[in-house]
């Protein structure tokens, strides 16, 4: 996101003291908002939180192990299915093709129902799994919600890998070939290293939006942050506080996430021309 | 297999109760989506010639309504929009009313939607060429028809990919408001499968509804794309 702030006050560093992102206005605001939190603070009910505070803190941890472990899963999912749209042969193109357009065309909260409560409705009913060692795994609901998610995020950057894929220039790729690499060096070394350099603002953006997701599957009693604050709202009565907390939370969160991305971009290489 | 006999749309199935929760779904979309593009066209206006203030502000706006789960916005804005309406109703002497789901949610995702759109839209018009408008200016054209006659126009074709995207989201997001309760596609089909226990074939009749919309909705956007880019030097040339 471009700031066009930041562009139209830089003619007043030349003459004020102020930095170029700080005009007077800012400052007004700034004050305005710090009001603001000064007034949440002192009138709103705040009692709750010494008695729900390792509860939160848990929730938070929670919240970032669900964006964390998706979005790495996920992202090792949209890889082949990026690489099977770009280029695969058409028994492996069209699965995928399937398979993402399904994922982005339904909404990820039925997906998570469908998984939980139809899975979940199943295989009690099959003897083999019953008897597995797997089964004390599978009769918690955070699988399913790791499993929904990862496949949300494979499903959206399935399609975003695909076209990143495709924008590799060939001769990067006729080089590597006229070297005599194999192709899966080719894959690890040149074609996906590009790739996802193109597409890290893309990634980012995307990493935001799984982040906003994870809330979701507190509607299958997995104990995240908003599952937490939805507690306190039900122990105490209380509305708006819990909400508010949740806003800052995901904010903050978010903005860790936007920072990474750009540290990220930073470290990829530009080339001089 | 042989539950597929539920999905019937008389009484012992529950065919209907899935269509209705459909239309809900559809309604409210439809809304929010409008909702959006208004707040969305103010928005870009906004942060390209409004003052400083305005701009901040703003940005404000986009950036805590697209870092905060929608989920979070619509309970926080439900509660306090309610509250808010009350408080004015009662203090004029009026009863207290239930606000309706339907505006409810059109008004939560449409503020949602607004912020999306504002992006979406300011990019659009920043890419109408700056000749255009600058023309229309020393033709001596008010702002309100240089915006009807030249940008808004000029940018529907640079705007139309990002609108299809918040279109699909509007669809998707309609699906939250099954968390406060309301009876949209996704709420109706839950209650459907935990009546008759059979979970898949709802989820998936409710899958493939979506997916119905979202398809052709998209085949729709592609019409209309092609339309805005009418009369456009055609990008490639043949051979």
């Given amino acids: ?273 | 297999m042989e539950t597929l006999s539920l999905l019937a749309l008389e009484p012992p199935g529950w065919g209907a109760n899935l269509l209705r929760g459909l239309v809900n779904s559809i309604q409210i979309a439809l809304g929010a989506f409008a909702l959006g593009l208004l707040i969305g066209t103010a928005g870009a206006y906004g942060k390209l010639y409004g003052g400083r203030v305005t701009r901040d502000l703003l940005a404000i706006y986009t950036t805590v309504v697209r870092a905060v789960p929608e989920l979070i916005l619509i309970l926080i804005l439900y509660f306090a929009v309610t509250d808010a309406v009350n408080q004015v109703l009662l203090s004029f002497g009026y009863p207290r009313i239930q606000i309706s789901g339907v505006v409810a949610g059109i008004a939560v995702l449409g503020v949602v939607q607004g912020a999306y759109a504002t992006e979406v839209l300011r990019g659009a018009i920043m890419a109408v060429p700056s000749g255009q408008i600058e023309a229309a200016r020393s033709m001596g054209m008010p702002p309100l028809m240089l915006a009807r006659r030249i940008t808004l126009p000029a940018m529907l074709a640079f705007a139309m990919p990002g609108m299809a995207n918040l279109w699909l989201i509007a669809t998707k997001d309609t699906a939250l408001l099954a968390v406060v309760g309301f009876a949209e596609l996704t709420l109706e089909t839950r209650q459907a499968a935990a009546t008759t226990k059979a979970f898949f074939t709802f989820y998936m009749a409710a899958g493939v509804l979506y997916l119905i919309v979202t398809l052709t909705s998209g085949l729709l956007f592609g019409r209309i794309e092609r339309w805005a880019r009418r009369g456009e030097p055609a990008l490639r040339r043949a051979g």
Avoid: N
């Fill in chain 1, 1 to 273: 996101m471009s700031e066009p702030g930041l562009t139209a006050s830089a003619p007043a560093r030349a003459g004020g003291r102020l930095p170029a992102w700080l005009p007077p206005h800012r400052i007004v605001l700034a004050l305005i908002g710090l009001s603001l939190v000064w007034w949440c603070a002192g009138t709103l009910r705040w009692g709750w939180l010494p008695d729900y505070g390792w509860l939160i803190v848990a929730g938070i941890w929670r919240t970032i192990w669900l964006v964390v472990v998706t979005t790495l899963l996920g992202f090792a999912l949209a890889v082949p299915l990026g690489l099977a749209q770009a280029v695969g042969p058409w028994y492996l193109a069209l699965p995928a093709r399937v398979f993402c357009t399904v994922i982005r065309g339904t909404p990820l909260l039925l997906q998570v129902w469908l998984l939980y409560f139809g899975l979940g409705s199943l295989f009690p009913s099959i003897p083999w799994i019953r008897d597995s060692d797997l089964w004390p795994l599978l009769r918690q609901a955070w699988p399913y919600a790791v499993l929904a998610l990862t496949l949300s995020y494979a499903g959206y950057e399935g399609e975003v890998m695909r076209g990143a894929f495709k924008s590799v220039p060939r001769g990067q790729l006729e080089a590597a070939q006229a070297m005599g690499m194999p192709r899966l060096t080719i894959l690890s070394r040149i074609w996906l290293p590009q790739a996802v350099m193109q597409v890290l603002p893309t990634l980012g953006g995307e990493t935001v939006l799984q982040l906003k997701a994870t809330p979701l599957v507190a509607t299958i009693t997995v104990v995240e942050i908003y599952a937490v604050a939805s507690r306190v709202r039900q122990d105490t009565l209380i509305v708006y506080e819990p909400l508010l907390l949740l806003a800052v939370v995901y904010l903050a969160l978010a903005g860790v996430i936007v920072l990474g991305f750009r540290w990220l971009e930073g470290r990829v290489p530009v080339r001089g021309v």
